[in-house]
């Protein structure tokens, strides 16, 4: 079983997506459960896979038994073997937190729909990050954007909307990311990521082939709300049902940044002359919504609106740590990326718990939090001094390995960016923080936290904690031997 | 010589369980929950002094835990100076758990546990900052130092105590940044952030790493509240009396004056500074010395007064690093315990008065010497002892200062040195003067609890005791030399 264990970690959680709907008509209660077993199978077989990749290097799957370059590849290296076990692991994390909520949030006949479209979107997800042929992450993005689309729509005023819009910009990312194919695959008659690149080496710079880069990194931008491609992503999260929200911030923008990566360093590598003009953009872009987006979180009044762009300006991070395009910037952008999802998971499982337990969002009915509800209020805390950098906590080793890059690859102002950006998000930190633990609490009713959700959030707290003392082996363990396979550093 | 020892892991860890501890017995349980701050501080203070003793045998205790980054030690290493800072904020750990304990429950307090959890907290963050072996390990402690601060400065939960909360961050936090970007550029640029003493940068010329020193020692600075970066101390005065005189005179801000020491010596060499830079650096500090001092007499109200001679002594403590002599330098470091004895002596009077008669302002204090007879007779050491009036410790300090700018042939800067103790007794002399020759005995006011009144009888007795045998119990002297024989290499 062992070989076949990359299509497992894929097909378990798609394979269940249809069980899950089926047998929501037999037991309502069943699809919960069942969607809590596959993502644990998934983290299961995605913990053996990464283990597996470290102790004998990548390795590679034929889907169907068809040989590379024809066959649909899933290439397994330190990269997206860690990618995947986090998201995975975050996945089941924040699926083991809110059984509670969607019973209360979603009426019993759309609990199986749901949940089918969670585990969908768990496949889509893992299935982006193993996957080493460039046409099939299009479709694996097409099962993960549409799944999301949908869950969006089951929540509440103007969730139809948000999703629609989230529809039509998410079609135009991936129409570009499938021109950009579209190119790659004209120039190189391939479609195999490993195959792009020996093809590519040989190729000389067009502007067809700077024209293909550029749509796939638009492509992958619009996905990953990157600025100024980030519009409907506020109003997608913050429509959406609680539970939908705590599931898609933390895990779907940062596989797509993955892909960027995968795209910028691991197909092209940064000293390809056009990519250098567009790592370039990509450092002030990312620059700008540093600054647009933490402003914008700190003059929110609802919360999930204030998290969304919190959530944005920490892309934006990920965004600057590529633009450096320097050896510790892309560590950092690695390590970011793998703090982030434990993070924003931390963050918005706090955030769904808070909502379950008040169902409000305004920040007003945060006051006195610390003594109503002091494990929620935990998890803010952590996962809020964890965002803005402060050690010993797991955000703070990912800035360190950012700021070095900036000053390696002297890009200033990324530098500026990165420090000014995180003192802005203090304020919407403490801001948070000062409302849980100063003020006293208004008298609302306050219903009781479920027992999932506590050990939920403890994990979450813990995990950004041990995260941070074991940094130094993930660098050392997996980033920097997936980064020694790439050309340029 | 160095030697593996777990006494640094105790020490940090005794304050770090100690507070979840004091989290977990709670308001219900209170009796248990101040045995454990005492319990916690008097380990803290044991394992200080089984330190110290290694120390003096000859050997530094250190202790590696795990990578923090690839080829970067998450170490400690209790050095002498470390250990200076380490004394310091330990013995008036205890001895201020005891006057706190007095403290809040005199005043009948709210959110008692929050502040007792946050306060062991600090001082974890205190120890670590302290036993650290590198700045990355510093920083970490730094960080933590700051958040756990952020509660006790807004523990009255009033706008103004809110608004003086989230200043004192915007502060601190800007400030730390700037030392972060310090510590990220020396470590890209030698793959070392390890103190040693002499520093391994070895000699400044480029006006790059000038720049780079520059910005670290502003941004460490700012706990050092040098101005113009200090406002954020005397509008931290609204926290609590102990916090205000541990934390704002002892812990937090010598923190910061103790990692810009380890800037200037065991990281950069300071003595290789362009002659310019440095004398520029010298009067700008000196602005602050002198600056701080005058603001102080105009300040009514007597903790933000007693804030602004606190700036005044960092910023001396400061200078007397910046002249670059062995006196000076000695001068400076035995000014952190000695000039941490007199203020804490202070600062408990102030909370003292507070707590029997409810006044804050020295105008008020007409009198007060006749009905607290103990706590205004301490309060007069102290001051006399900042003022620099022989046998006090402030005296020692101060006249090691002097030395060291007559060895340094700074000549000018003696002046810095005696005006500044001129404004001292310009502001503390009138605070005495109006405790026993004005206004009358006011029988209602009364000495406050033997709880609160021993602790700062036992602090001014110790700044007599260190003028007169500054080797008395803590060995400050012997430290001190051996940290200058280690920088100057004798």
């Known amino acids: 079983m062992n070989e076949q264990l990359p299509a497992l970690v894929v097909i378990i959680p798609l394979l269940f997506s249809f069980l899950i709907y089926v047998m929501g008509f037999i037991e309502r209660r069943m699809p919960y459960f069942l969607l809590l077993l596959s993502s644990a199978l998934s983290t299961l077989f995605s913990w053996k896979l990464l283990i597996k990749v470290i102790k004998e290097g990548p390795l590679s799957y034929h889907i169907g038994g068809w040989e590379p370059p024809w066959g649909i590849e899933y290439r397994v290296d330190h990269l997206n073997g860690i990618v995947a076990f986090v998201v995975s692991l975050v996945a089941f994390l924040v699926i083991l937190s809110f059984k509670e909520r969607i019973e209360r949030e979603v009426e019993p006949p759309r609990w199986s729909q749901l949940c089918a479209l969670f585990s969908l979107q768990l496949c889509g997800l893992l299935g982006m990050t193993y996957t080493g042929d460039v046409f099939n992450l299009y479709v694996l993005l097409e099962i993960a954007s549409f799944s999301a689309y949908s869950m969006v729509a089951i929540g509440k005023r103007g969730a139809e909307f948000s999703a629609f819009r989230y529809l039509i910009f998410g079609t135009i990312g991936a129409c570009c990311y499938l021109l950009g194919v579209g190119h790659l695959y004209i120039l190189t008659g391939s479609l195999n990521m490993a195959d792009i690149v020996t093809l590519l080496k040989n190729l000389p710079d067009s502007s067809a082939l700077r024209v293909g880069l550029c749509l796939l990194v638009i492509g992958i931008g619009i996905k990953m709300a990157f600025f100024p491609l980030h519009i409907w992503l506020p109003d997608a999260y913050s429509h959406a049902p609680s539970t939908v929200s705590a599931f898609l911030a933390p895990l779907s923008t940062k596989v797509a940044g993955y892909v960027l990566l995968r795209i910028l360093f691991g197909i092209f590598n940064p000293s390809f002359p056009s990519e250098k003009v567009l790592l370039e953009a990509l450092g002030w872009m990312s620059l700008a919504g540093a600054f647009f987006f933490s402003f914008m979180a700190i003059i929110q009044r609802e919360l999930r609106r204030a998290f969304c762009y919190l959530l944005l300006s920490e892309i934006s991070l990920l965004g600057m740590g590529v633009a450096s395009g320097t050896l510790e910037g892309l560590r950092g952008a690695i390590l970011h990326l793998i703090n982030d999802i434990f993070m924003i998971g931390c963050l918005f499982t706090s955030l769904c718990a808070f909502i379950h337990q008040f169902e409000k969002e305004d920040l007003r009915y945060l006051e006195g939090l610390g003594i109503l509800s002091p494990w929620v209020s935990l998890g803010f805390l952590m996962g809020g001094l964890s965002v803005i950098g402060i050690p010993p906590l797991c955000g703070f080793f990912s800035k360190w390995y950012l700021i070095l890059g900036t000053i390696e690859g002297e890009k200033w102002h990324l530098l500026i960016g990165i420090l000014v950006s995180s003192l802005i998000n203090a304020i919407l930190i403490f801001k948070v923080v000062e409302k849980i633990y100063l003020k006293h609490p208004h008298s609302v009713s306050l219903k009781n936290l479920p027992f999932a959700f506590l050990v939920s959030l403890l994990i979450f707290s813990v995990s950004l904690l041990v995260l941070g003392a074991l940094a130094s082996t993930i660098v050392k363990k997996v980033i920097d031997p997936w980064i020694l396979t790439l050309g340029g550093f | 010589m160095e030697k593996e020892s777990l006494l640094p892991l105790l020490a940090l860890l005794t304050p770090l369980l100690g507070s979840f501890l004091i989290l977990i017995f709670g308001e219900n349980r209170r009796n248990l929950r101040e045995g454990t701050t005492l319990a916690a501080s008097s380990l803290t203070l044991l394992w200080t002094f089984l330190m110290l003793k290694a120390l003096k045998a000859g050997y530094i205790p250190q202790k590696y835990l795990f990578e923090l980054f690839p080829d970067l030690m998450f170490s400690f290493r209790a050095d002498p100076l470390g250990m200076v800072f380490l004394l310091l904020s330990t013995s008036l750990w205890l001895i201020i758990s005891i006057y706190s304990i007095g403290y809040m429950r005199s005043l009948k307090e709210h959110a008692q546990t929050r502040f007792f959890f946050c306060f062991s907290l600090a001082m974890f963050g205190a120890i670590g900052v302290a036993l650290s072996d590198n700045l990355v390990s510093l920083f970490l402690f730094y960080e933590i130092l700051t958040v756990s601060t952020f509660p006790l400065v807004a523990h009255e939960e009033s706008l103004e ?234 005296f020692l300090s101060k006249w090691y200062l002097c030395l060291g700018t007559l060895e340094a042939s700074k000549n000018w800067f003696l002046l810095i040195w005696l005006t500044s103790s001129f404004l001292d007794a310009v502001y503390f002399l009138p605070i005495v003067y109006r405790a026993f020759f004005r206004g009358k005995k006011d029988p209602k006011i009364k000495e406050a609890p033997f709880s609160m009144t021993i602790p700062l009888i036992v602090t001014a007795l110790g700044s007599v005791t260190f003028g007169l045998f500054p080797n008395f119990l803590f060995h400050l002297l012997e430290l001190v030399k051996m940290v200058i024989s280690s920088v100057w290499g004798v």
Do not use: Q
Request: one cysteine or more; a positive charge; aromatic letters at 12%.
């Open chain 2, 161 to 394: 105590a809110l608004r003086a909360g989230r200043k004192y961050l915007v502060y601190l936090l800007s400030g730390a940044s700037l030392g972060l970007f310090g510590i990220i550029y020396l470590w890209g640029h030698y793959r070392n952030v390890s103190f040693v003493a002499g520093g391994f940068v070895g000699e400044v010329k480029d006006w790059v790493l000038i720049f780079v020193f520059l910005m670290t020692f502003l941004g460490f600075g700012t706990k050092a509240a040098l101005m113009p970066i200090h406002e954020w101390l005397p509008s931290a005065m609204i926290a609590p009396t102990p916090v205000s005189a541990l934390l704002h005179a002892v812990a937090v801000v010598k923190a910061g004056v103790f990692t810009c020491l380890r800037v200037l010596y065991f990281v950069f060499e300071a003595k290789s500074f362009p002659t310019e830079f440095s004398l520029g650096l010298s009067l700008f500090v000196s602005f602050t010395v002198i600056g701080a001092n005058l603001l102080a007499i105009r300040e009514d109200n007597l903790k933000r007064r007693l804030a602004f001679s606190t700036i005044n002594n960092l910023a001396i403590i400061l200078l007397g690093a910046l002249m670059l002599s062995k006196e000076a330098l000695k001068g400076a470091i035995l000014h952190i315990p000695f000039h941490g004895f007199m203020k804490i002596t202070l600062f408990m009077c102030a909370g003292s008065i507070y707590v029997k008669s409810k006044k804050e302002r020295v105008s008020e204090l007409d009198g007060i010497g006749y009905s607290m007879p103990f706590t205004m007779g301490a309060f007069t050491i102290s001051a006399l002892g900042l003022c620099g009036i022989p046998p006090l410790c402030g």
